[in-house]
């Protein structure tokens, strides 16, 4: 396929000639003193002014896991406008939560902040299941648009609104529902074209470059709209928040077509080759947990596409599996949200500015893990993946326990660089084993039911903070998780065996 796109063209890294024609960009630079001294493992790349240079790290740019997914033509338009719109939507973790108490009467704020904050991510879990009829078999980049208009519709009603001092908390947590509706077919859109667009060895790079917009969201947002709510309010930052809702949605408008031609026909222009070939695959276990062997892609879903994303779900061999380890991995980690502040004031004597610095070690980890997602592609997914579980319960033990302030620090430090990986490989495994063409169907079935475990662990995390105290909740939830990542493991080797066995007999 031929791209006639001028600016698609000259980002392609190569282009196809006949056989025996030669490459432009490869030919002998005129500089007799260049020439000889060039070092071979330099790339030639032609400048705006036509001059040749040599780049001796291009060679090492070029091996990178993530050069694919950065000289991608659809997935470089589009990852500024996820940037903006993800650290659009950290200011607003703040702000949503800051104008609930400003618009609520003052015996009952506590209440209207509760529901402002769930009006703003739960239903997206009904969003997931009401509108699978009408939006089941969406192209990725629709289903992203879509949803950012919304947001951007709701979202800047209510800055309007609040600004104009029109706005109630009954519209207000209305309004926050409504711009929520479709928050998991947004997601569905952005991993969906990720698995659209780049072959299976490049997928869990893709995901981590969209993972670190969301990391770094969380590190920079919240400081950022501190400022400027104090300067001039919540309202602004929910409405600068849709701002970059616009943003979002014009990036995914403008790449549709193009996206949709290659997600049809990709061009092997288009992609660099895979530093090293992919490890052979084994024949897969029949049932279960895939075991812990070579890096492969999981058995295909059986269901027809159009049977739903549950279907799809119930009829693989790995998603019921996944599914279940990541709701009970959410769930058990909502009390930590509950605990830490309670543990950073009551048993650390500390301040805001202390839980602060707990949350900035966790980002800083949060992104080095993501950062180092791409390099694990070559292990076996599921040892990791379970080695991520029983690691992060390992890495809280210390905070349920009477260490020294800079052990806790350092324990929540690397238990985030542990967890940072985690997001990356699940949707690797979700686009490898989903037909694409329910694929988006899947990943929205799955956020439906995450969206619902982080936050039923934080409404359990309270009482159960009044019965253990902060420092017994955090160790009751990490020796959970760790009990939940060897269950998960020993299921892993039980199904392996059966397999052995099976092939043996």
Do not use: C
């Not at 210390?398 to 238990?415: D, K």
Request: no cysteine.
């Amino acid at each position: 396929m031929r791209l006639h796109d001028p600016e698609v063209a000259n980002d392609l890294p190569a282009v196809p000639r006949k056989p025996g024609e030669a490459d432009p960009a490869a030919a002998p630079s005129q500089d007799p003193a260049a020439a000889p001294s060039q070092d071979p493992a330099a790339t030639v790349r032609t400048e705006p002014t036509g001059s040749l240079r040599a780049f001796p790290f291009a060679a090492r740019a070029r091996a990178s896991p993530y050069y694919p997914a950065l000289i991608h033509p659809v997935l470089r338009r589009v990852l500024p406008g996820a940037a903006a719109s993800a650290l659009g939507d950290g200011m607003s973790a703040v702000a949503i939560a800051w104008l609930a108490l400003k618009l609520a009467p003052p015996g009952s704020r506590g209440l209207w902040v509760g529901a402002a904050v769930a009006a703003y991510s739960l239903p997206g879990a009904v969003g997931a299941v009401a509108l699978r009829r009408w939006l089941r078999g969406r192209g990725g980049a629709r289903l992203v648009f879509v949803n950012a208009v919304l947001r951007a519709l709701a979202l800047g009603l209510i800055g309007g609104l609040a600004v104009a001092g029109a706005l109630d908390p009954v519209g207000y947590v209305a309004l926050l529902g409504v711009s929520s509706l479709l928050s998991a077919w947004g997601v569905a859109g952005k991993y969906t074209l990720i698995a659209d667009l780049l072959p299976a060895e490049h997928r869990i790079a893709g995901n981590s470059l969209f993972g670190l917009a969301d990391q770094l969201s969380l590190m920079i947002g919240p400081a950022l709209a501190g400022v400027v709510t104090a300067l001039a309010g919540p309202a602004v930052v929910i409405a600068a928040d849709a701002v970059s809702w616009v943003v979002l949605a014009i990036s995914y408008a403008r790449v549709a077509p193009l996206a949709a031609r290659l997600a049809v026909s990709p061009s092997p222009a288009l992609l660099e080759p895979s530093p090293a070939p992919p490890a052979p695959s084994p024949a897969p276990a029949p049932t279960g947990l895939p075991g812990p062997t070579a890096p492969s892609a999981p058995p295909v879903a059986s269901a027809p596409v159009d049977a739903g994303g549950w279907a799809v779900i119930r009829s693989s061999p790995v998603l019921p599996g996944l599914m279940a380890m990541s709701f009970v991995f959410y769930l058990l980690y909502g009390p930590i949200e509950v605990a830490l502040p309670v543990h950073v004031a009551s048993d650390l004597h500390g301040s805001a500015a202390l839980l602060g610095t707990f949350w900035a070690a966790f980002g800083v980890g949060a992104v080095i893990g993501e950062l180092a997602a791409p390099f694990l592609r070559r292990w076996p997914v599921w040892p990791i993946m379970t080695g991520i579980v029983i690691g992060w319960g390992l890495a809280i033990v210390p905070l349920g326990l009477s260490t020294p302030l800079w052990a806790g620090l350092a324990a929540f430090f690397v238990g985030a660089v542990i967890w940072g990986p985690w997001m990356s490989l699940s949707m690797a495994v979700l686009q490898d084993a989903s037909p694409p063409g329910a694929l988006a169907q899947v990943i929205a079935a799955r956020s439906s039911l995450l969206i619902l475990a982080s936050p039923l662990g934080t409404a359990l995390g309270g009482p159960i903070v009044a019965a253990l105290g902060a420092r017994g909740t955090l160790l009751a939830s990490a020796v959970a998780t760790i009990m939940l990542g060897l269950v998960a493991t020993a299921v892993l080797l039980l199904r392996r065996a059966r397999h052995l066995a099976a092939v043996g007999d």
